[in-house]
């Protein structure tokens, strides 16, 4: 079972590009990566998800090198409304799964 | 459309009380049902899950339990509570277990113990 692993905090500005990186070093071959954003008080928010390569959708792309040994949640030009915590999930089948400590980002005015 | 209900909201209980959260699912049949822990500032830590009914799945030995006793609903319990019961507890549900179908996660329930 690969441990997750994220920065705890990263802050950045509006209208910046933010990434955030998860280590995944024992990701397993059907291992898949999902990322989730969590506001206080509410439960966590599917963000994106992929096995390899680079995903992207309306919010934000996600980049897994080819050893998948890590994985970079891409936000693109952030505001206030997307300071919030961001799970990075490495999971398999079976319920399988490892959730990251979470970053919390911070977006400054 | 799917909906996932979580109650009560908050809670406060004291220390050695019984403790019952609710869970229940809209719109689907034969979810995989989860509960979560979030401590305060800290990660999701994944409880219990279940595939279907009366099939429970434990992850980490504690004082809680969990039971499904309908297709849609999940209950979280236990009989003394602690003060490191104290909490965030969410639910999710997700129509097939695997690392390729996301979680929907429920609003959740503040559980303080004093």
């Known amino acids: 079972l690969a441990k997750t692993t994220q920065p705890i905090s990263m802050d950045s500005y509006e209208g910046q590009e933010v990434n955030i990186t998860c280590s995944h070093n024992?990701?397993?071959?059907?291992?898949?990566i999902t990322w989730y954003q969590q506001f206080p008080s509410q439960g966590p928010r599917f963000i994106i998800q992929g096995y390899k390569t680079k995903v992207t959708n309306e919010v934000a792309s996600l980049f897994i090198p080819a050893d998948r040994k890590s994985s970079t949640l891409s936000l693109p030009r952030v505001s206030l409304s997307d300071t919030a915590v961001y799970y990075c999930l490495v999971e398999g089948s079976n319920n399988d799964m490892r959730f990251g400590a979470g970053t919390r980002l911070t977006v400054k005015p | 459309s799917q909906t996932i209900h979580q109650w009560p909201a908050t809670l406060v209980q004291p220390v050695g009380s019984p403790l019952s959260l609710e869970c229940t699912v809209e719109?689907?049949?034969?979810?995989?049902l989860y509960w979560y822990r979030q401590a305060a500032g800290r990660g999701l830590q994944l409880l219990f899950y279940?595939?279907?009914?009366?099939?429970i799945s434990s992850e980490v030995p504690q004082n809680l339990s969990a039971s499904r006793p309908q297709d849609r609903q999940f209950i979280l319990s236990s009989k003394k509570l602690l003060l490191s019961d104290s909490g965030f507890y969410l639910c999710?549900?997700?129509?097939?277990?695997?690392?390729?179908?996301?979680?929907?996660f429920g609003p959740g329930t503040r559980l303080t113990v004093l």
């Open positions: 999710a549900w997700r129509p097939l277990a695997g690392g390729d179908h996301e979680q929907f």
């Open positions: 719109g689907t049949s034969n979810p995989n």
């Open positions: 279940s595939v279907g009914i009366g099939q």
């Open positions: 024992n990701i397993a071959t059907n291992d898949y």
